[in-house]
């Protein structure tokens, strides 16, 4: 009986249920996109920030992260290369040497970082050679190229063509000195590392510094790099003892720091909607049942109990929030999909915020399934919470109150 006289309420009052219906729809709506843009957002600066050369994964040997140098060195890459190639979990990986040296130009030397790499596979790892501005990427083949980047290039005042001196230790801690030629220029927009990175090819480096078969670390990532924790650890247990494999949680820490903190922040403001929502819900709800007072007064007249009552208009609400969470959450849920596939794209915001690791105008959204359940049931319980206070406020008036009510 209860949800006969509840249907049949709702289809007597149209405008009523419409705009019950489109409020708790348009929220469910608004909801499931925020929050999918929040977490597309964050998905999309930590891409940014961990492509642009940490990478994800970084396979050293115990204590390289800490103490560092020369003592702590890769001395088998072969080894670790065959261990590597032979994890069908690894999309693909890169051997890094990496020092310090003293690089000087016509009128100035500067220390800077002296990185080689195995240009192909960079390609694919990091987003150095996306961040050309000036020249060419290097190349496989290359001897005597150097790649650096823009802000080194002016501190040093050099440019394409120009030729650097740099002066290091090779890993006899013998002196180790050559001429490069300025091949091309990248800016990533991080100001720190490109002011003090340059990267030469990684075989031809090694001729230099005598670290022929050895490497800083393997920098690596997986094909399924959302479940990098567990990947990680698998990739451990190949690993020999005095090897260790690393990820970007840890590589970047302090990044990581700041999307926990940034998330804080945003579940600070979901709190600040919800309450919003749930105060918006409850006011229409009350609104709409004392224009119904007269109505459930001769409901109460005729034998309705006050729990026949609220039961009456439970079960309105709860036809309409199923039907709009429903409705929704297929509306919201289409749009995150769509725009996960393909990205808002804003010109110029790259270049904008560069200096925070941007290096894309694309803002994604991010689907998933069980963010868009959690956020759809919770604006389903908000629904159904705020009818509580009004029908028990309509329930404490007697029969002839509700009917006498104006």
């Known amino acids: 009986m209860l949800f006969s006289l509840a249907f049949r309420n709702l289809v007597k009052s149209k405008g009523r249920s419409i705009i019950t219906l489109l409020l708790s729809t348009f929220?469910?709506?608004?909801f499931i996109?925020?929050?999918?843009f929040m977490d597309g957002s964050h998905?999309?600066?930590i891409k940014s920030s961990v492509e642009i050369y940490t990478g994800y994964v970084h396979v050293n040997l115990n204590g390289y992260r800490d103490e560092g140098g020369y003592?702590?060195?890769i001395e088998d890459t072969n080894s670790i290369d065959a261990i590597l190639?032979?994890?069908?979990s690894i999309k693909t990986y890169s051997p890094r040497f990496e020092t310090y040296a003293l690089l000087s130009g016509d009128k100035k030397a500067v220390g800077s970082l002296i990185a080689g790499i195995v240009p192909s596979r960079e390609k694919v790892l990091s987003k150095l050679h996306e961040s050309l501005i000036k020249g060419e990427y290097l190349s496989d083949n290359d001897t005597n190229a150097i790649y650096i980047g823009s802000e080194l290039a002016e501190r040093i005042k050099v440019d394409i063509g120009s030729q650097i001196a740099m002066v290091g230790s090779s890993i006899d801690y013998s002196i180790a000195a050559d001429l490069f030629t300025v091949k091309g220029i990248f800016k990533t927009g991080l100001f720190e590392f490109d002011s003090q990175s340059a990267f030469v090819n990684k075989s031809y480096?090694?001729?230099i510094m005598l670290s022929d078969n050895m490497a800083s670390y393997f920098m690596l990532y997986f094909h399924d790099n959302d479940n990098i924790d567990k990947m990680t650890t698998d990739l451990q247990a190949l690993l020999p003892s005095e090897v260790e494999a690393i990820n970007w949680k840890i590589l970047l820490s302090a990044l990581v720091q700041a999307m926990l903190v940034d998330?804080?922040?945003?579940?600070i403001s979901i709190s600040i909607f919800f309450l919003v929502i749930f105060f918006v819900i409850m006011i229409f709800s009350y609104v709409n049942i004392y224009t119904r007072a007269r109505e459930i007064g001769l409901l109460r007249a005729l034998g309705l109990t006050s729990k026949d009552i609220f039961g009456m208009l439970f079960v309105?609400?709860?036809l309409l929030a199923t039907i709009s969470i429903v409705v929704g959450t297929i509306i919201g849920s289409s749009i995150a999909y769509y725009y996960e596939l393909h990205p808002i794209v804003i010109s110029g915001i790259a270049e904008t915020y560069k200096e925070y690791g941007v290096v894309s105008d694309e803002i994604p959204m991010n689907f998933d399934l069980f963010t868009i359940a959690w956020n759809a049931l919770t604006i389903f319980i908000l629904n159904l919470a705020a009818i509580i206070y009004p029908i028990s406020k309509i329930n404490k008036l007697t029969a002839m109150e509700a009917m006498r009510y104006v």
């Open 316 to 318: 309105e609400i709860l």
């Open 205 to 207: 480096l090694d001729t």
């Open 43 to 45: 998905h999309q600066f």
């Open 263 to 267: 998330s804080i922040f945003n579940y």
């Open 85 to 88: 190639k032979n994890d069908s």
């Open 27 to 30: 929220t469910t709506i608004f």
């Open 71 to 73: 003592d702590n060195l």
């Open 33 to 36: 996109v925020y929050v999918a």
